[in-house]
């Protein structure tokens, strides 16, 4: 099931452009993670939040929790060729009773990043 | 160093014959859990388990068991793969309580059956 709804699904950018990937939930959110996966590889871990309105940066990429903590950005400011790969969100919810304290997951955002 | 491994990490197998994928932890962790990546899915989660002994299914456990006999370990058994199995597998685990504790993943275990 997909309780984290991620968009866009895949996206296309110039070398040097911006771009944004979001990650909706309908329900408050503990610890939203952002992970980076190049195909068919391990996850890299990017990010953890936690608290509503916090921002976070590494290099030129920033996440953003909002402040109902249901919704998560994640900014790659003048994008490379090395930012190409797959991105996914994960967030703890306990809601869900199949979950078990681990991650839930969207979909994914595929990013390619033309030269 | 922390870190959660897989093996086998690539494996092609046949129809119905049963295989076993291990996931070993160094951090005594609590929380286990393994996923498979399809395309366009995300991560779906298998089993989980939280602790030994403690195991229950998660979004997608058709076709697979797990058991947890020790903390470190958490196996992921196909009894009889088929070929809709095949995808990419991932073992995670971490501690428990507190929403801001690392979860580590293992490299992943390419899986395919036909």
């Known amino acids: 099931s997909q309780e984290l709804e991620q968009s866009p699904q895949s996206l296309i950018v110039q070398e040097g452009k911006n771009l944004t990937i979001n990650c909706t939930s309908s329900?408050?959110?503990?610890?939203l993670y952002w992970y980076k996966q190049k195909y068919g590889e391990g996850l890299i871990f990017l990010m953890m939040?936690?608290?509503?309105?916090e921002e976070k940066s590494h290099e030129k990429i920033t996440a953003k929790l909002d402040e109902k903590k249901q919704q998560s950005s994640l900014h790659i400011t003048a994008s490379q060729p090395s930012h190409a790969g797959i991105y996914l969100c994960?967030?703890?919810?306990?809601?869900?009773?199949?979950?078990?304290?681990?991650?839930?997951f969207g979909g994914g955002t595929r990013l390619m990043v033309k030269p | 160093e922390a870190q959660v491994t897989q093996n086998p990490r690539y494996l092609i197998t046949v129809t119905g014959k049963k295989l076993t994928v291990t996931c070993s932890q160094n951090m005594n962790h609590e929380y286990m859990s393994w996923y498979r990546q399809d395309p366009g899915l995300g991560l779906r989660q298998i089993y989980y388990?939280?602790?030994?002994?403690?195991?229950d299914k998660g979004d997608v456990p058709e076709g697979y068991k797990v058991s947890r006999k020790e903390k470190r370990n958490f196996p992921l058994i196909l009894e009889s793969p088929s070929p809709n199995q095949t995808s990419l597998y991932f073992c995670a685990s971490r501690k428990h309580g507190g929403s801001g504790n690392t979860i580590y993943f293992g490299e992943g275990s390419w899986l395919t059956v036909v």
């Open positions: 388990s939280m602790n030994v002994e403690v195991t």
């Open positions: 329900k408050t959110l503990y610890g």
């Open positions: 994960g967030a703890l919810m306990p809601w869900v009773n199949n979950a078990g304290n681990m991650l839930t």
């Open positions: 939040l936690q608290k509503g309105g």
